[in-house]
């Protein structure tokens, strides 16, 4: 994904100075509140809240969901922009819970870079390392921020073992932690030989840079205790040792990650992090696309739909397509086309997003992400261009694990159930199949709380109560082969088959065993558990 900045033309400096980048973790481990602590410093807000609040005290901005409010958790993935130090920050944060992994994917499609954010007592978890994977399959450069070091965390070296040894990544230390927990000093900044001190009275409050030089400076006497001064001399000497040195080629590879040390919520190590972005994170990169891949310095604008959020004001049903810019600079008022159906649309009402806030966006360039108001005509997937027939490749969609047939709660409102499942299919939230026989729908998601999140924003924002109830089926595969291959299956399995949105062919299994037997009967008839959102 990455091409050497030798044989690429230098970018113009509004597409330049843009760093389009998501926040990945495994849920809890902070993220959300260090994305508040990006809007902190970036002047976006005034106050960063909390992800539990209590009572009326200020919510996060990124959580927008009467559900993500209610239990803290982000299910869905929101787009920040704002700027820092003479760079425009994209910021993209997702969610945590495994769950909702397949709308992490997605985003990790739309973005240039991704933070790994760490708990400094758990280290790696299951779901930061699936994330990861994805990240690789990408090539997509990596930063790195261990949280949580004002608790109780394990041992600086352990910590990064685990992620070389777990990640198959080179790991190296962009800052060193001084003490842990209650002992928890601050910060030496390795890059710049600076000492970081937390302030631990104002949470909001940026942390005390102590100019030094180098870590003989008597200086360092005064504001470190002796002992904790002894252990971090001989922690650095061996870690400048024994990991690897800054290289920023191998972190525009993907091959190593800078790793930075601190505590979110009290507003530490976020700065130094947001500035390593700027320096080691990538400008925005080449799209792959067919036939041929997008280069974000093309004149001609492109984007593609990468996520579709409906409901976000209760009060207007919108839908809103969130777009990657993939080249040009975007004006309000444009006319691109919608390359799927091949009519023009005209761009009138564009947003930017500072999480639940929104402003009308009078003009964007490669690598900002903008809303599109729309009313169901953008799916994930499609790609917008100045009338080049361009596709954006590589948007996922997963076979969901879980299947349930859902009914309404009054037999009298099927159809209003129809509608707003379609929109949440056409959303990415959940599969909708309709089978061939019997009425009703199934709906397929990725994990069991998404059940709970779609009869939740049913209920809330249609005002129709539903249920959910056991299915015979227990997973779905696409069909794929020729013409008349598939319409023999079809007819020979009707009490097996259904349709999705899109009105693409599925193939709904009771067992592994009904899979094995269509490959031994059918050769030329091929299931598929992923299908490329590309129409």
């Known amino acids: 994904m990455l091409d050497t900045p030798s044989n690429r ?16 973790s495994h849920p809890d481990a902070g993220k959300t509140t260090l994305t508040e602590k990006f809007l902190l410093y970036g002047g976006a807000i005034q106050m960063a809240g909390q992800v539990r609040a209590k009572g009326e005290a200020r919510r996060t901005r990124s959580d927008f969901m009467q559900m993500e409010k209610d239990r803290g958790i982000s299910v869905s993935a929101s787009a ?104 928890f000093l601050g910060c030496y900044d390795l890059l710049r030989d600076r000492l970081e001190l937390m302030d631990r009275a104002d949470r909001n409050k940026v942390a005390e840079t102590v100019e030094i030089n180098g870590l003989d400076d008597p200086l360092l006497e005064k504001h470190v205790p002796a002992a904790e001064l002894a252990k971090l001399r001989e922690e650095i000497e061996m870690a400048r ?125 490669a690598g900002d992400i903008i809303g599109i108001p729309n009313h169901g005509q953008l799916r994930i997937g499609d790609t917008l261009t100045e009338g080049e027939m361009l596709r954006v490749s590589g948007i996922p969609s997963f076979a969901p694990e879980l299947l349930q047939s859902v009914r309404a709660g009054d037999p009298m409102k099927a159809k209003h159930l129809e509608k707003a499942l379609m929109q949440f299919a056409e959303e990415g939230a959940a599969k909708v199949f309709k089978p061939a026989f019997g009425s009703g729908f199934i709906v397929g998601v990725v994990g069991a709380l998404q059940f709970e ?62 899979i094995d037997r269509v490959a031994r009967d059918y050769p030329d008839v091929e299931l598929t558990s992923t299908k490329e959102m590309m129409v």
């Open 9 to 24: 033309p230098k970018l113009p400096a509004e597409i330049a100075r843009r760093r389009t980048f998501a926040i990945i």
């Open 80 to 183: 920040m922009s704002f700027d820092f130090k003479g760079l425009r920050f994209n910021l993209v944060d997702t969610p945590g819970h495994s769950d909702f992994s397949e709308d992490t994917y997605r985003t990790l499609t739309a973005v240039d870079a991704a933070v790994m954010v760490i708990d400094g007592a758990k280290g790696v978890e299951s779901q930061t390392q699936k994330l990861f994977e994805v990240c690789r399959l990408r090539d997509l450069p990596i930063l790195t921020f261990c949280n949580k070091m004002d608790r109780e965390s394990r041992d600086t070296f352990d910590i990064i073992d685990e992620i070389q040894e777990n990640l198959a990544i080179d790991v190296t230390p962009a800052s060193w932690p001084i003490g842990v927990g209650r002992d």
């Open 241 to 365: 040792a024994l990991l690897p040195a800054m290289d920023p080629q191998s972190v525009l590879e993907g091959h190593m990650t800078p790793i930075w040390f601190g505590s979110a919520i009290n507003s530490f190590g976020v700065r130094d992090l947001m500035d390593g972005i700027g320096t080691y994170g990538p400008e925005p990169q080449i799209q792959n696309a067919t036939p041929r891949k997008i280069s974000p310095e093309e004149p001609k604008v492109s984007g593609f739909v990468f996520k579709v959020q409906a409901n976000m004001d209760p009060k207007h049903r919108d839908r809103v397509a969130f777009v990657r810019l993939a080249s040009g600079h975007f004006v309000r008022g444009m006319k691109l086309t919608h390359v799927r159906s091949k009519k023009p649309m005209a761009i009138t009402n564009p947003v930017l997003f500072l999480a639940a806030d929104r402003e009308l966006a009078e003009e964007a360039w």
């Open 453 to 514: 999140v779609l009869g939740s924003r049913i209920e809330q924002e249609y005002g129709l109560p539903v249920r959910f109830e056991a299915s015979q089926f227990t997973s779905a595969r696409w069909v794929h082969g020729p013409r008349d291959k598939v319409d023999d299956f079809i007819a020979a399995n009707k009490q097996h088959i259904g349709h999705d949105n899109d009105g693409d062919v599925v193939y709904l299994t009771r067992l592994q065993w009904d």
